[in-house]
């Protein structure tokens, strides 16, 4: 694990500096957390001098562990919050650096035998803050709808609240699950469950088309489709990093992963390659 030392710079300010080169630690999305080990795995087989290391936990824990100099990348599946940065800027005198590193289309996943094929966003809504209770009231069959969400920990929860509730609140009978994995797998058992994740995840279940409006087609999460933005819910997958550590190591592995090699890992797993203009070259 990659060594962190803070330095106390006065009036309250720290900088985060490595201690060991050769060793690299990223945490965060678990949304990210699959891809973030085929890179490093990838990566670390032609580079044997560096070791990476990676977890998950969350968008928010990776961000608070890059602020408090626990981890030299943080993953996120949202973009940081004003608060976040701010906090940041406070200990460190400036913000995290940001990287788009992938493109998902968050999808809404159900139970493959479940007849139900499309929904709008409204309905999505409706589900999701608990107005909608029967899968009838949707053209599905007369059965309790389960919802499934994640901890509010979560990247993936809160861009999905955001962009999808509006801001409401979830359920209060929404079953939480620790991860996107653990998600897909309660809703490949029930087939009544309804939950949400990254495209990456979808072995089980099946993905539903959405509408932006009751009278707009269904568009379901597909590459052409989360790359010209006619899928209503895409998103950008996120690294930030400190910029004072943006060297070295840490420096050339970021350009990798948003270069040729990494961009077709990222695609191989599941999610979409970034656009020409946002890749290194």
Not at 27 to 37: E, F
Not at 263 to 280: C, F, H, M, N, W
Request: hydrophobic share 40%.
């Amino acid at each position: 694990m990659r060594k962190i030392t803070a330095v106390i710079l006065g009036a309250g300010l720290a900088l985060a500096l490595p201690a060991q080169a050769g060793e690299i630690t990223v945490k965060g999305s678990d949304t990210l957390v699959i891809l973030a080990q085929k890179w490093a795995e990838t990566y670390m087989r032609s580079h044997s001098d560096v070791k990476i290391q990676v977890t998950g936990g969350g968008s928010g824990v990776g961000l608070a562990a890059l602020q408090n100099g626990a981890t030299d990348i943080a993953d996120a599946s949202r973009a940081i919050k004003s608060k976040e940065s701010e906090a940041y800027v406070v200990k460190y005198d400036h913000a995290p650096r940001e990287y788009k590193v992938a493109v998902d289309g968050l999808s809404v996943y159900v139970n493959k035998e479940n007849s139900v094929t499309e929904l709008d966003l409204g309905q999505l809504a409706g589900i999701f803050t608990g107005k909608i209770t029967n899968w009838k009231d949707v053209g599905g069959n007369d059965a309790p709808i389960t919802v499934y969400s994640r901890e509010n920990s979560s990247g993936t929860y809160e861009f999905f609240k955001e962009h999808v509730l509006k801001g409401k609140d979830f359920a209060a009978t929404a079953q939480t699950m620790p991860g996107t994995a653990a998600l897909l797998q309660e809703i490949e058992k029930d087939k009544n469950g309804i939950g949400y994740g990254g495209a990456a995840y979808g072995a089980g279940a099946r993905a539903l088309g959405v509408k932006k409006d009751a009278a707009a087609p269904a568009v379901y999460p597909t590459e052409a489709t989360v790359m010209d933005g006619t899928y209503p819910i895409w998103r950008y997958l996120y690294n930030y990093v400190n910029p004072d550590a943006d060297k070295g190591d840490i420096a050339a592995y970021l350009t990798w992963i948003r270069g040729e090699e990494g961009q077709k890992i990222a695609k191989d797993v599941g999610y979409y390659s970034l656009p020409e203009a946002l890749r290194t070259k």
